[in-house]
């Protein structure tokens, strides 16, 4: 088997290990010493970065590509790639590469290695590798988000699980946790152990496997996609609130209808929390299905709370892959479904009418496993679309307005020097 259809057999077992990845009516289914800008999900503020940052990738290696905040035209097609080694005795960039949920402080781009798992802060007015981390502590830990709260401290989401830690809890080594950072230095400062808020199932042993966070409002919500060590079997989803105050865990929200739950977005004007929700690929097709969907946390409730859910069958019964609900203010969501390993049905996008609860199909992919992940910009109304279609690997863009169907405005090819499909888009 090639190692582009091992890597896509595993996005697809893991759901996000490997690759990558709000209305009324309930419905049942600068400088590097800036402070972090402020959380509206990354994507909700006004603006919410300086620019759009896109991981390009064939699974081997990676290159970073910029794009232009307003216009979403590319400013530098080859920012870094893996050919380029940061100063000193650090590593170039792997092929699994990914972005944090928001920007960091002072704006800076950080690329998050996963297959060395290490953390590489870049200048992105040179693309001049800064300075690196590594957050493995001597084993495969997996970084699959940082969340700064401040230019001297910040949290990594270790998704991996050290079966052999030292006995000595300074090593900061057993995984499935929040390690604790300073990006300045950089150097790691602590943890938060969550292992012990993972979901178990009868007969399996669930790792917590902290996926992606936000920080809201001066609180921390953390996703965890409570999958096993081998990614067939999975509990319930299940958020978290940490105060990075105390660096402890204050709140728990279970999703019961949902398993591997992933990515989150958050709505300012409605103060909800969204996050999608995959199902397990082990534990078969039909149940993958009816385990997947998009989850709606109220975070102005004390405690927070679940308050609407809505299932697969708002897509047609695919799987959901990503999924943003922050556009007309929360009322409007655009999400991705899985396609099939025998590409029919492919990747899908599709726009929902959250308040509705409605869904239509705006785009079918070339191929499943195409479609990376959506980015919304409420400044200028546009929704960025990582297409890694093999023949014309393109970011597509749509635009949407109050009463308006989304449609597709353009395409751009982010990486024309280098070739490789876009993967992931993010705010910097």
Request: charged fraction near 15%; proline fraction near 8%.
């Amino acid at each position: 088997m090639s190692r582009l259809a091992s890597l896509l057999i595993c996005s697809l077992v893991c759901l996000g290990a490997c690759h990558d990845k709000h209305g009324a009516a309930p419905n049942t289914d600068a400088g590097p010493d800036a402070p972090p800008p402020p959380s509206d999900g990354g994507e909700g503020i006004e603006p919410p970065g300086i620019g759009l940052v896109v991981v390009n990738s064939d699974f081997v290696s990676t290159s970073i590509s910029l794009l232009d905040r307003t216009t979403g035209q590319v400013t530098n097609g080859n920012c870094i790639n893996s050919a380029t080694r940061p100063p000193g005795n650090t590593l170039a960039l792997s092929g699994d590469v990914v972005l944090p949920s928001q920007p960091q402080p002072g704006n800076l781009i950080l690329a998050l290695d996963r297959t060395n798992s290490a953390l590489t802060w870049i200048d992105p007015s040179t693309c001049t590798p800064l300075r690196q981390l590594d957050v493995s502590t001597g084993f495969f830990s997996n970084p699959h988000d940082v969340i700064a709260v401040s230019p001297t401290k910040a949290y990594v989401l270790r998704y991996e699980r050290n079966e052999t830690p030292t006995p000595d809890p300074n090593d900061h080594d057993e995984g499935d946790d929040l390690l604790i950072i300073d990006p300045s230095v950089p150097a790691i400062t602590g943890r938060i152990d969550l292992s012990s808020y993972a979901v178990q199932v009868t007969g399996t042993n669930i790792q917590a496997r902290p996926d992606r966070g936000l920080q809201i409002n001066g609180k921390l919500f953390v996703v965890l996609s409570n999958l096993s060590a081998d990614f067939q079997v999975g509990g319930n989803g299940r958020l978290l609130v940490i105060d990075p105050a105390t660096d402890r865990v204050t709140d728990m929200i279970d999703l019961p209808e949902f398993k591997n739950c992933t990515g989150l977005t958050y709505a300012e004007r409605t103060k909800i929390l969204s996050t999608a929700c995959s199902g397990v690929f082990g534990e078969g097709a039909a149940a993958m299905v009816a385990a997947s969907g998009i989850a709606y946390v109220d975070t102005s409730a004390s405690p927070p709370a679940e308050v609407r859910h809505q299932s697969a069958a708002l897509f047609g019964g695919r799987a959901v892959a990503d999924f943003s609900g922050i556009a007309l203010g929360g009322t409007l969501g655009f999400g991705i479904t899985f396609g099939e390993f025998s590409g029919k049905p492919k990747d899908q996008l599709w726009a929902v009418d959250v308040i509705a609860g409605t869904a239509t199909k705006l785009a079918d992919s070339s191929d499943s496993f195409t479609f990376g992940n959506v980015l919304v910009d409420r400044t200028q109304e546009h929704v960025y679309l990582t297409d890694a279609n093999a023949a014309e690997p393109r970011v597509q863009i749509y635009g949407y307005a109050s009463g308006v169907a989304p449609m597709h405005l353009t395409s751009v090819n982010a990486n024309p020097a280098v070739g490789l499909p876009p993967r992931q888009i993010a705010w910097y």
